[in-house]
Nanobody
Framework: QVAVAESGGGLVQPEGSLRLSCAASGNINSIYFMGWYRQAPGLERELVADITRGGTTTYAESVKGRFTISTDSAMTTLYLQMNNLAPEDTALYYC??????????WGQGTQVTVSS
């Protein structure tokens, strides 16, 4: 079992930056990859970025070059550095840890609002 919890969201002006964190506890050794997702009102949840245990990353086209996903060496904290934020990045951001057996562990989300 793994528990995850996001933090770091807030209100930021366009072109600003935020860093989201996701703290994980439990059987981290079972985890194969981790990711950040977001859901804006009226839209489906979408993948923002993910990273494997080996460090391979993927990004949604809309965030490439602006967002960076990373993790500490123990994989107990997942980060999402978000730069040059735009109003369309406004959403509830979730982290997800996935085990090798494809079991998924989701957090409750942290709100990011980009507005002047």
């Amino acid at each position: 079992q793994v528990a995850v919890a996001e933090s770091g969201g807030g209100l930021v002006q366009p072109e600003g930056s935020l860093r989201l964190s996701c703290a994980a506890s439990g059987n981290i050794n079972s985890i194969y990859f981790m990711g950040w997702y977001r859901q804006a009102p009226g839209l489906e949840r979408e993948l923002v970025a993910d990273i494997t245990r080996g460090g391979t990353t993927t990004y949604a086209e809309s965030v490439k070059g602006r967002f960076t996903i990373s993790t500490d060496s123990a994989m107990t904290t997942l980060y999402l550095q978000m730069n040059n934020l735009a109003p369309e990045d406004t959403a509830l951001y979730y982290c997800k840890y996935t085990s090798g057996a494809q079991r998924e562990y989701w957090g409750q989300g942290t709100q990011v609002t980009v507005s002047s």
